[in-house]
């Protein structure tokens, strides 16, 4: 069984928090409410999240400090945060957005369908880092087994290695077209973003992965968190 991706929907209107419930229930995930910045940080402490969804304008401490206190905590600081926001102060304000970390702002009222597709490339590359990762971590405790199964652990080991690699390179494909169209349709900035987020993610688990392949060192290198 497929464990769910969990989802933080920050907002201190509990009807805020409603809507997005209801656009995105459609992405059977595991949705979790936070009514304040204080509130969702210690929902952080104890919980991964796929994604952040997180309004600006909220009594005490705002979107912004909110964000700068989750990207200051390593356990944290690689959560994608959706920016949204009801009102609208121009670039200036959209870039002090980029600035705290967000990888996308969006204003209200935003088209629930392109909300949602937004979520699911996280969730979906969520998904796929934490496969790579329980599959890395087998791989890693089959090259530390060794005795009389050696020959036999490590054809497994390899046969292993090869599918991840291949899982890992169909992301990269993705990754890769997903950037030749952001190219040829000269996107915004927040499109840019999302891809330039995916690439790091995808650059760590290869490197991650590659340290596994025979002669690249011990065998027994660890994958980075990029969660």
Not at 74 to 97: K, Q, S, V
Not at 112 to 127: D, G, H, I, N, T
Not at 167 to 195: H, I
Not at 203 to 210: P, Q
Request: hydrophobic share 45%; with cysteine.
């Amino acid at each position: 069984m497929v464990q769910k991706a969990k989802i933080l929907l920050v907002d201190d209107r509990p009807e805020n928090l409603l809507a997005l419930e209801a656009i995105l229930s459609a992405l059977d995930q595991t949705l979790v409410r936070a009514s304040s910045g204080e509130e969702a940080l210690k929902a952080l402490l104890t919980d991964d999240f796929a994604v952040i969804l997180l309004d600006v304008q909220m009594p005490g401490m705002d979107g912004f400090e909110t964000a700068a206190h989750i990207k200051r905590r390593e356990r944290t600081r690689d959560i994608p945060i959706i920016f949204l926001t009801a009102i609208n102060h121009g670039p200036h304000h959209t870039f002090r957005g980029y600035a705290a970390g967000a990888v996308d702002y969006i204003s209200k009222p935003f088209d629930p369908w392109v909300l949602r597709a937004k979520v699911s490339v996280f969730v979906e590359l969520y998904m796929k880092n934490c496969q790579l990762r329980e599959q890395a971590a087998l791989l890693r405790l089959q090259l530390e087994g060794g005795g009389k199964a050696a020959t036999g652990g490590a054809k497994e080991a390899a046969g292993l290695l090869a599918e991840l690699s291949a899982r890992l390179a169909a992301v990269e494909e993705q990754a890769e077209a997903l950037s030749k169209q952001l190219d040829d349709e000269s996107a915004d900035a927040a499109a840019v973003a999302t891809a330039a987020h995916l690439e790091r993610k995808l650059t760590g688990l290869r490197r991650a992965l590659d340290a596994l392949e025979p002669g690249a060192g011990s065998g027994t290198a660890s994958v980075s968190s990029q969660n």
